[in-house]
């Protein structure tokens, strides 16, 4: 079963850990030793490609545990690996290019020797000769230098030293010859070849740069986790082909991005990345630990510990450049999922604290909204109750018109509690159509029970694009917000105008105004504003529910005044 795979691949990583500390020139006894301490009845390795004198001389690593580890069963199987590439002491160029251009500085000396050979002794012309090999040399390593001396000296010897068209090595003064070419052009190949694997480091250096820097700007960009670690597996399958990053989950782990994308790996790449995970090291394939494993696997690191890892598959060998760049992307990746995570503890502790806020206020205003009316109801009901043969009918009356106005009271608390939690959970729905502004003020208006005196200035047939019903409960939060704060026998003044595509609806009371540190937040939930030393009743939710209903129509509004307040409401115009 999967299970026991998965143990037998977790002890054989941590074996193999353990050879890799603990072993030193012998290598063979260290493993048989730690193989006998834990009771171990079968060796397992990979097929190896060790140098023929290993070969012959009998010194591979299966032969010397079988020799010294008579009591195991070794077993030898291949890795899956890709075939090793023989390194080459001299690299070919790809291409004739090269080849043609030697030839064609041969020919070119050939050229001046036969033009100047009245006058130039031929030994000069070997000295022209050398120069096209440092050159050949130069541009295009050993093996093209070799090519280039051996047809220079072929040239300079059958075209310009007597006997002529003949290739004579009969003189010391040749065999020196044959030397100097042969001396120049590996010097000169040799070291051109380093000077390009330098430049070519230094290019795969800045090229890490420039992908740090472009790692740095993306890494930054993504605002969610999940977005922030399909990018980072992006960036690594750029390098190596294949991406995932794995982040842990109860006792095991998930594959939280793949590009392109998976959701399974073999056994043996689960077992590497549970070691590396465990070990905070390197594993599986060009590594020292499970190296047989398809995938390879690089630690998220940062200072408060290790979030993931980042695993990397790719169809050939990688190099260091590529490796030193999934090394800092890692890192790069780990410290942007920790500022992500932050941010996000950030936003819930915030959440929390407004959420905790939010609550203290209900209380607040549950402890007064509604202890007042359900007083004066219950001082209400237990006067009639006891005494209801000593009142008379006009104080039984205002006691029950006490009763009902907090009664009223109660209902219209409630009702707003509840219009707030369907505006937050985004229940409401605006059905859109033609309103006319009149029509909604009158029918507001007549909704508000106290108002007194309104004064309306409204251009006839001025309408707005919203829900009538919903625009009528705005109007009527307002109403009773200029009704509770104005003064008695005061006058509200309602105006609209239309101004491009929009129609802004005024309405102002006879009030002390909003303070100008209250207007951005008298839209608040519960929030009151202190106007005056007058304490009126309310939730302090009327204009937040007035806020809300006109957001989810697509309108807005704001405060103002001082010398008595001015609500304005901006909606769409309708045409």
């Given at each position: ?30 493993t048989l030793d730690l193989a006998r301490a834990r009771n171990v009845t079968h060796l397992v390795m990979g097929r190896g490609q060790p140098s023929v004198r290993r070969r012959i001389m009998g010194q591979t690593l ?43 500085l041969d020919g070119v000396v050939i050229a001046l020797g036969e033009l100047a050979h009245p006058w130039l002794e031929h030994e000069a012309l070997g000295m022209l000769f050398l120069a096209a090999v440092v050159g ?360 609209a105008e239309a101004a491009g595509d929009d129609v802004t609806i005024s309405l102002a009371d006879d009030g002390p105004g909003i303070p100008e540190h209250d207007r951005p937040h008298v839209f608040d939930s519960f ?49």
């Amino acid at each position: 079963g999967g299970e026991p795979i998965r143990q037998t691949l977790e002890m054989a990583a941590q074996l193999g850990a353990e050879v890799e500390t603990r072993a030193n020139a012998d290598i063979v006894r260290t493993t048989l030793d730690l193989a006998r301490a834990r009771n171990v009845t079968h060796l397992v390795m990979g097929r190896g490609q060790p140098s023929v004198r290993r070969r012959i001389m009998g010194q591979t690593l299966a032969g010397s545990l079988i020799r010294q580890g008579g009591e195991f069963a070794v077993h030898v199987v291949p890795t899956g690996d890709a075939p090793r590439v023989r390194r080459q002491l001299v690299a070919l160029p790809i291409g004739w290019v090269p080849w043609a251009v030697a030839t064609a500085l041969d020919g070119v000396v050939i050229a001046l020797g036969e033009l100047a050979h009245p006058w130039l002794e031929h030994e000069a012309l070997g000295m022209l000769f050398l120069a096209a090999v440092v050159g050949a040399a130069s541009l295009y390593g050993l093996a093209v230098a070799l090519y280039a001396a051996t047809l220079a000296f072929v040239s300079w010897n059958v075209l310009f030293i007597p006997p002529l068209y003949r290739l004579t090595i009969e003189e010391p003064r040749d065999v020196i010859a044959i030397g100097v070419f042969t001396g120049v052009a590996v010097i000169t190949g040799l070291m051109a070849s380093r000077l390009r694997a330098q430049a070519r480091a230094a290019q795969g250096r800045i090229e890490n740069l420039r992908r740090l820097s472009g790692f740095s700007r993306r890494l930054g960009a993504p605002a969610t986790e999940p977005d922030l670690l399909r990018e980072v597996a992006h960036e690594a399958a750029a390098i190596a082909g294949r991406a995932v990053v794995l982040l842990p989950h109860a006792d095991d782990f998930d594959i939280s991005a793949a590009e392109p994308p998976t959701d399974t790996m073999d056994e043996g790449s689960w077992a590497a990345a549970r070691w590396s995970f465990a070990k905070g090291e390197p594993s599986g394939r060009g590594t020292l630990t499970l190296p047989s494993a398809a995938w390879r696997f690089l630690p998220m690191r940062t200072v408060r510990g290790m979030p993931g890892l980042l695993g990397v598959r790719s169809d050939g060998k990688l190099e260091e450049a590529p490796l030193q760049a999934l090394a800092a992307l890692a890192d790069q990746g780990a410290a942007a999922l920790e500022r992500v995570r932050l941010a996000a503890d950030a936003v819930r502790a915030d959440a929390q604290a407004e959420t905790q806020k939010l609550r203290t206020a209900l209380l607040n205003s549950l402890s007064h909204d509604l202890r007042t009316p359900l007083t004066g109801i219950r001082g209400a009901a237990g006067t009639l109750r006891t005494a209801w043969d000593k009142l008379s009918a006009g104080a039984r009356g205002d006691l029950l018109a006490a009763i009902e106005e907090d009664t009223v009271r109660m209902t219209r608390f409630l009702a707003n509690i509840t219009e707030m939690t369907r505006l937050e959970t985004g229940e409401i729905i605006p059905r859109l159509q033609r309103v006319g502004v009149a029509t909604a003020i009158e029918a507001a208006v007549a909704r508000v029970p106290g108002i007194g005196a309104v004064e309306q200035t409204i251009p006839e047939g001025i309408a707005v694009h919203a829900d009538a019903d919903l625009l009528e409960q705005v109007l009527v939060n307002v109403l009773e917000n200029a009704a509770k704060y104005g003064p008695e026998g005061g006058i509200v003044r309602v105006a609209a105008e239309a101004a491009g595509d929009d129609v802004t609806i005024s309405l102002a009371d006879d009030g002390p105004g909003i303070p100008e540190h209250d207007r951005p937040h008298v839209f608040d939930s519960f929030y009151r504003a202190l106007r005056g030393d007058r304490i009126v009743p309310g939730t302090g939710l009327g204009l937040a529910i007035a806020r809300g209903l006109l957001q989810a129509m697509g309108g807005a509004i704001s405060a103002g005044g001082a010398g008595g307040a001015v609500i304005r409401i901006v909606l769409p115009r309708a045409s």
